[in-house]
């Protein structure tokens, strides 16, 4: 089942909170010149403008990225905020927001000579849409092919570190456990590798297989932030959104905690970040 499309999400508050995530996280591993192997289990389409027919249908960034937009000046000074909003800016041709930028362009972004980027997407026509709006790189690649099985078999990568994005649309609730069995794969064979995962709040709850399957399998050092925009409620879907991250940087964990305790309000007046340690070091 291949009907999700990412292009109808796009810049809502769950992409802001990822992004956001993964800006502080490629900030902190970029602090050291040691080259690191890039994985994108599942890329989407690097970049959507906000004009687009999908986008504009449920309009989902105006309760995300739009209301951060609206008070960039204001945030340019915060820490956890301004660069994250100046980065942003880079893309757009004016003052107003017209393109939102998927984690393609953010890791593409980061990317340094000696790193590497390998970009996976499934669906024929996300995969085609990666390939227009991605400018080539000779370190940077996209690959047509499944992500998680794709992670696996680079392992272990030739570089020093590993850092891998796994994102996926989870349509069929087996995902939940096939990201489990992935990462206890990648730590099995490389144990200091970074990873984060976002996973949706929804009324079902199939998220608590994922976090407590992570504990079970007895995964050392994962942090993880949840930022909840209202009660579960059946009728309206995914209330919050979710991030694991494996072995984050040192003090990334506070990072993280100030940008997102930052973001929630901003995002919706009863939403609220909260920040944990999941598992401890073993
Ligand atoms: N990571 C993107 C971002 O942050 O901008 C959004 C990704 S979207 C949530 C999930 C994407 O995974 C969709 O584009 C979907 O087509 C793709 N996909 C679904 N199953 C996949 C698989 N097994 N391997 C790779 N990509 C897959």
Redesign the pocket.
């Known amino acids: 089942m291949?009907a999700?499309?990412?292009a109808y999400?796009?810049g809502n508050f769950a992409?802001v909170h990822?992004?956001l995530g993964l800006f502080h996280l490629l900030e902190a591993l970029t602090r050291k010149s040691s080259a690191i192997s890039f994985v994108?289990?599942?890329?989407?389409?690097g970049r959507y403008p906000l004009a687009a027919t999908e986008t504009q249908k449920l309009a989902e960034y105006r309760e995300g990225v739009e209301r951060l937009w609206r008070r960039r000046q204001a945030l340019a000074a915060e820490p956890a905020l301004g660069a994250w909003l100046a980065r942003l800016a880079t893309l757009q041709s004016g003052p107003a927001l017209e393109c939102y930028?998927?984690?393609?362009w953010w890791l593409g972004d980061a990317l340094r000579p000696q790193d590497r980027l390998t970009l996976?997407?499934?669906?024929p026509g996300?995969h085609q849409h990666l390939d227009t709006q991605m400018t080539t790189s000779t370190n940077a690649q996209r690959l047509h092919?499944?992500?998680?099985?794709?992670l696996c078999q680079r392992l272990p990568v030739p570089t020093p570190r590993l850092c891998a994005?796994i994102?996926?649309?989870y349509?069929r609730k087996e995902e939940y456990r096939e990201v489990v069995d992935t990462l206890v794969q990648v730590v099995r064979k490389v144990r200091h590798a970074v990873v984060m995962i976002?996973y949706p709040l929804l009324p079902a709850g199939r998220h608590l297989t994922l976090l407590e399957g992570l504990r079970e399998a007895h995964i050392p050092k994962l942090w993880r932030s949840e930022i909840t925009l209202r009660e579960a409620n059946a009728e309206r879907g995914m209330y919050g959104s979710g991030l694991v991250l494996l072995n984050p940087p040192w003090q990334l964990d506070q990072t993280l905690d100030h940008a997102f305790d930052t973001l929630a309000p901003l995002l919706a007046e009863r939403a609220v970040h909260h920040g944990e340690w999941w598992t401890a070091e073993r």
């Open positions: 291949l999700y499309q990412h999400h796009a992409d990822k992004h994108d289990t599942h890329a989407g389409r930028p998927g984690s393609p996976y997407e499934l669906h996300e092919a499944d992500g998680l099985k794709g994005l994102d996926p649309s349509e976002w």
